[in-house]
Every structure is written in structure tokens, then in C-alpha cells.
């Protein structure tokens, strides 16, 4: 049974920081992709970023590059997502998902998600 479960959200001041957890099991894990997404009120899910588990490799959104860092423990099999320099525009509901390798980073690709964790940057 796959299970992914997030953790670390909050409400956060602009510029400042938060970094999220995405705990995996039940993945064989060398064939999957774990990206974060995001979903504000009123708009669609939109993809933040993703680490392909076995070579490592990273892509991220133009919205967040230089400000969020996407990276895993192979040993607690978890991704995180520390982010900084947090804007109100970030603030949404934040997903982990996997996919299997290869494929695009659309949400319908994602077979498997979390439940998701909110993520609130206001003063």
C-alpha cells in the first residue's frame, strides 16, 4: 500500500522561511519521481517541484526557483521542501506526489498523493 504523508505547514510572515516533509512507503521507489505541488482557492494545482528518487535530478518552477530547495533522505525515505524568502502568492495547499518514471510533471501523471498540508504567508 502507498502512502505519502506531508508535514511542516503553517502560517509564516513574508520573507520568511518553512520546510516541508513528504514521508513515502510502499514505493519501489528506483521507478518513481516525488514532486510538490501546490493548489490556491480558486486555481488549479500547480506543479513546485521534483526530484527523480535514484539519479537525484531536480526541476523546478520558474515562480520558485532560487527560493524553494527540493531534496531527499534515501534512508527515511522522505523529500523535503525547504522554502524561503516566502511571499502571500504562496500561500496554498502544498501536495507531495509520485509518478512513475518517465513522464511529464502534470498532475494527472501523479498516480499517488498526499493529503496535503497548508501553507499560509501572511503578516
Known amino acids: 500500500q502507498v502512502q505519502l504523508s506531508e508535514s511542516g505547514g503553517g502560517l509564516v510572515q513574508p520573507g520568511g522561511s518553512l520546510r516541508l516533509s513528504c514521508a513515502a512507503s510502499g514505493l519501489t521507489f528506483s521507478n518513481y519521481a516525488i514532486a510538490w505541488f501546490r493548489q490556491a482557492p480558486g486555481k488549479e494545482r500547480e506543479f513546485v517541484a521534483r526530484i527523480r528518487w535514484t539519479s537525484g535530478t531536480i526541476y523546478y518552477a520558474d515562480s520558485v526557483k532560487g527560493r524553494f530547495t527540493i531534496s531527499r533522505d534515501n534512508a527515511k525515505n522522505t523529500v523535503y521542501l525547504q522554502m524561503s524568502s516566502l511571499k502571500p502568492d504562496d500561500t496554498a495547499v502544498y501536495y507531495c506526489?509520485?509518478?512513475?518514471?518517465?513522464?511529464?510533471?502534470?498532475?494527472?501523471?501523479?498516480?499517488?498523493w498526499g493529503q496535503g498540508t497548508q501553507v499560509t504567508v501572511s503578516s
Open positions: 506526489g509520485a509518478r512513475l518514471l518517465p513522464g511529464a510533471d502534470l498532475p494527472s501523471n501523479y498516480r499517488y
